[in-house]
């Protein structure tokens, strides 16, 4: 266990951190002067989990939130694990071998976006009592208006925001990673993670289709948790 | 903009003569507190009464309170009106606007949970208005912390704002040559790739080279190293430090006993 967390730090992961954790902060600024209804705060995050593996990613992530929340807005402070597990699932995504192609890594953000609204449900619950300070806590008070019990309310409005944000998210450090030299691919201790399989000309096509489908499922979730 | 993310004020006062250590256990100690001890009025005594005079304490009460108006409060007021309009506890109502309504359960939980955030980013804010970076950092590193972890967070806070400069050059340069970051939805979102694009491959092209310059320094050497600077740790500290733990334990005790 210990060493398989060690493998995850080599000098060039140290440094990538850093870096990692300022690509989010800055990211996730740019999105809002954009006035995107995303958030895209985790990319940074997303790339060291893949290069680097699980752990350093969680790393990477808890520390973006205590930092952000330390320095620019407290509200992001509380939400560390849910960072810190975003991080972690990516790098066991990336670990199954789903950073390889579009479809594949559509299918990672999703598994991270739900796990992003399950780590984030009991934090909301307990710390604010449902409604949070973000703009998705508008989605919360109207479920909870209509009814719903309010774990059902927040985690439903975590299940309908986390996943366009998150599959955007690995598609752009996707996009990233096919950008960088292999060289400097190569001096991370995950290089084989994001080889890229056989290019087939449909790829994109396979994504999107992909991409609709988990959408279905995940409207197919959510009638079944709001009780029809 | 600053060369590097730091809150702190040099003055010479006895919260700065503190050892860092010292100063994030009472950080943590009023948080729990605020969080954990069972009386309702616990979080506003801390936060009204307590926290300004520890800033008076520590000689930075003007900037304290320049942070709190400019960002605590709007934090804590926003959190405060959307819990008390949207939390649905209670039944006796004090206050209604076309659908929107307060009852007297709302604004209690909203005001104690908005008073309670208040006390964990004011005692942060004191902390780090009394302590520099590196000296929490090489205390830390000194008690066993790797360097490792010292270097990430240090090295972030530089980092950080260098980026953000990045960030808006880019985004000044990019609008220059006709990039649209205003206007419809598509065109937002298009202007996201030549915004992001040339920050990160740029600030990515640096690790290789920055890696191996700090390797060169030592960085991975097993060795104990030495340091420049001496962090005092007397035997005040050690006292104030049982005596924080103990508050620690008697409020979950508390909590636990009560509930």
């Known amino acids: 266990m210990f060493n398989k967390i060690k493998g995850n730090f080599n000098t060039q992961t140290w440094v990538l951190i850093p870096i990692a954790i300022a690509i989010n902060i800055a990211v996730g600024q740019i999105v809002v002067l954009l006035k995107l209804p995303v958030y895209l705060d985790s990319i940074g995050t997303v790339l060291v989990a893949v290069l680097c593996g699980p752990w350093a990613g969680a790393l990477t992530g808890a520390l973006t939130n205590i930092i952000w929340g330390l320095a620019i807005d407290p509200n992001a402070l509380p939400w560390w694990p849910v960072a810190f597990f975003i991080g972690y699932m990516a790098g066991r995504m990336a670990q199954w071998g789903f950073f390889k192609s579009w479809w594949k890594v559509a299918v990672t953000g999703f598994v991270v976006a739900l796990t992003a609204a399950v780590v984030s449900t009991p934090i909301a619950v307990y710390i604010y009592g449902g409604i949070t300070a973000s703009g998705s806590s508008f989605i919360t008070a109207y479920l909870l208006q209509t009814g719903q019990g309010i774990w059902q309310a927040v985690f439903s409005t975590g299940f309908l925001v986390e996943p366009v944000d998150k599959i955007t998210t690995a598609m752009i450090a996707f996009a990233i990673i096919l950008g960088l030299p292999k060289r400097t691919v190569g001096g991370y201790p995950k290089p084989e993670q994001v080889e890229v399989e056989g290019g087939s000309k449909n790829e994109l096509y396979i994504a999107l289709g992909v991409v609709v489908l988990l959408i279905l499922i995940a409207a197919f979730v959510l009638r079944g948790i709001l009780g029809g | ?259």
């Not at chain 2, 307590?50 to 409060?73: C, D, N, Q, W």
């Not at chain 2, 985004?171 to 990039?179: D, E, F, H, K, Y």
């Open chain 2, 1 to 259: 903009m600053p060369e590097r993310l730091s809150f702190h004020i040099k003055r010479d006062s006895a919260l700065h003569h503190l050892n860092p250590l010292t100063k994030l256990l009472l950080v943590l100690t009023l948080i729990l507190t605020a969080f954990l001890a069972p009386f309702y009025w616990t979080p506003h005594i801390l936060a009204v009464l307590f926290i300004p005079l520890l800033s008076m304490l520590g000689k930075v009460g003007r900037e304290y309170f320049s942070t709190a108006i400019r960002l605590i409060l709007p934090a804590a007021t926003f959190l405060f009106a959307m819990q008390a309009f949207f939390q649905p506890v209670g039944e006796e109502i004090i206050f209604e606007f076309y659908f929107l309504d307060i009852t007297r359960e709302s604004f209690l939980f909203a005001f104690s949970n908005a008073m309670r955030i208040v006390v964990m980013v004011s005692a942060f804010t004191i902390f780090l208005l009394t302590t520099h970076p590196s000296e929490l950092m090489s205390d830390l590193t000194r008690r066993g912390l790797p360097g490792q972890f010292a270097y990430v967070i240090i090295s972030t806070l530089q980092i950080l704002p260098q980026m953000q400069a990045k960030a808006q050059t880019i985004i000044s340069a990019q609008r220059s040559r006709g990039l649209e970051t205003e206007g419809g939805f598509f065109k937002r979102a298009g202007a996201l790739v030549p915004l992001i694009g040339p920050l990160v491959f740029g600030s990515l092209v640096e690790v290789e080279e920055r890696a191996i310059a700090i390797e060169a320094r030592g960085f991975t050497s097993k060795h104990v190293k030495t340091s420049l600077h001496e962090i005092p740790d007397t035997s005040t500290d050690k006292l104030l430090r049982w005596f924080l733990t103990a508050l620690i334990l008697a409020s979950i005790g508390l909590r636990i006993w009560l509930s």
